[in-house]
């Protein structure tokens, strides 16, 4: 094709008049932009100015060589209105989101919160009496005395005196009710432990988003690897660990046990990396700012990777569909590098070696066992012979289970116990012995971001040695 400038200037003045003949004018008044008569003007166009490719390259060509006046700009300009009409409508049709839903999008969740530091937290304390809420929880201070050992199975009744320790306000423990926010505070006003209820609990879209975390989460739980195959209920790990204890290797683990085709192993992955990303979003705007301040000057500046699994590539970004309407952000920052998704899980007493202060979870589903609530029906009387984690086989009267469920997280030194609840968010001190209660027929479900020591050591390591990152083809991250 010629070049040169006076071949141009003859193909755009083609094109000038093109645009502007009556007929041309005619056509363009009454075009749909979705029809082949739209693709044949383009093409026509095109064939002077090869420049101009798409059908808004043409219009916006138009447009600066019409004036806004002349019936040639008007027609344009209405052309330019129904194109742009046209591509919202295929948008909404093939079920992704605009700027504007996505906007609205954070806006209902309440995640464009401003953070709050704790100062402002002791400002806003409800004071003795009220409950609290995740916005102004009630502040305690509380210190740290001795804790229980490591191992112990706890339990909130005594349904099995012989096998565990129980958990109440009778061994001196601070019971946090299921309605109760709360942020424990020492005596240099740190965050010991923070519960915040009603996470995104009252959102137009909370009962979609909760329902679809629901599912993340006992998807997850039901075909990747159980990394507490000896605890009760089920504990899964994605993201970057520390491979397993006999082949040290940070990697990404291919966590999947079940066989699935590469397209649902990639949704399941990109779902576990939206629930988690979530997850850190909802700390990082409801607790206060110098929790999610400490385990991020933690990661120090040698840092770590942010969450990406084996199918789905490190990098910003993560999408979800609720609702019908596919919400993509491209350019988020992600979760930190790692996330635990537990379904119906419980832990005997324990400690988490831990590079940062706090460890947050969210539990998104949690009931108690229906035969135990309070009911005028007698309850059941026969004794059970449980296995679950402790001893082997220990004698068991349901009728002991706890009406308001089991499986509530205990902090053994601060001796606090907080019931669980759904949309309870969690700040803990990982060093300090910790667990859950037995469950007593509770179903549970939740995510947690933990911080582990491992990862990070095994992480600096490969930075030091100037190692490549391997990708692990198995492994346990955890302690
Ligand atoms: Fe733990």
Redesign the pocket.
């Known amino acids: 094709m010629p070049k040169n400038s006076a071949y141009q200037k003859e193909a755009l003045a083609a094109a000038k008049n093109y645009v502007t003949e009556t007929g041309v004018v005619a056509l363009v008044d009454s075009l749909d932009p979705t029809t082949c008569e739209a693709t044949a003007l383009v093409a026509a166009v095109a064939a002077m100015r090869p420049a101009l490719l798409t059908l808004d390259d043409v219009i916006n060509f138009a447009i600066n060589v019409t004036s806004k006046d002349s019936a040639a700009g008007l027609a344009w300009r209405k052309l330019h209105s129904k194109a742009f009409r046209a591509k919202k409508e295929a948008k909404i049709l093939s079920g992704v989101s605009s700027h504007c839903e996505k906007r609205d999008f954070i806006h209902a969740l309440g995640l464009n919160t401003k953070p709050r530091s704790i100062e402002d937290f002791i400002a806003n304390n409800p004071g003795d009496g009220s409950p609290g809420s995740f916005l102004h929880p009630r502040i305690v201070y509380r210190e740290r005395t001795g804790e229980i050992k490591r191992g112990k199975v706890l339990a909130d009744t005594k349904c099995r005196p012989e096998a565990d320790v129980v958990v109440d306000e009778d061994a001196g423990y601070y019971v946090v009710q299921p309605d109760e926010s709360v942020i424990f505070l020492n005596k240099e006003n740190k965050v010991e432990l923070a519960s915040l209820r009603g996470i995104l609990h009252d959102t137009p879209i909370s009962k979609d988003l909760y329902g679809w975390l629901e599912a993340v989460i006992t998807t997850a739980c039901s075909e990747r690897r159980d990394v507490r195959p000896n605890h009760d209920g089920t504990m899964v790990q994605v993201g970057w660990n520390a491979g397993p204890r006999h082949a040290r290797v940070f990697g990404l683990a291919k966590s999947y046990t079940k066989t699935l085709d590469s397209q649902t192993a990639i949704d399941h992955d990109q779902d576990t990396i939206t629930a988690m990303t979530l997850t850190w979003g909802v700390a990082k705007t409801f607790l206060p700012t110098e929790t999610i301040a400490a385990v991020t000057d933690a990661v120090g500046e040698t840092g770590l990777p942010k969450l990406a699994t084996w199918n789905v590539a490190e990098g910003p970004g993560y999408r979800l569909s609720i609702g019908g309407i596919l919400y993509e952000f491209p350019l988020y920052d992600r979760a930190p590098c790692e996330g635990l998704f537990t379904q119906n899980y419980a832990?005997p007493s324990?400690?988490?070696p831990s590079h940062a202060p706090y460890?947050f979870s969210w539990t998104v589903a949690r009931e108690p066992d229906s035969r135990y609530l309070p009911h005028p029906d007698p309850l059941p009387t026969h004794t059970l012979r449980t296995r679950g984690y402790g001893p082997p086989l220990v004698a068991e009267n349901p009728k002991q289970w706890p009406a308001y469920g089991g499986g509530n997280f205990i902090d053994t030194s601060l001796k606090v116990k907080v019931i669980q609840a759904p949309g309870t968010l969690l700040a803990?001190r990982?060093e300090f012995m910790?667990?859950t209660s037995r469950l007593c027929g509770t179903r549970v479900c939740g995510m947690t971001i933990?911080f582990t020591l491992r990862i990070k050591e095994q992480f600096d390591q490969m930075v030091a040695l100037g190692t490549h990152v391997m990708e692990s083809s198995d492994g346990d991250n955890t302690r």
């Open positions: 832990s324990h400690r988490d460890t803990h990982p910790h667990g933990p």
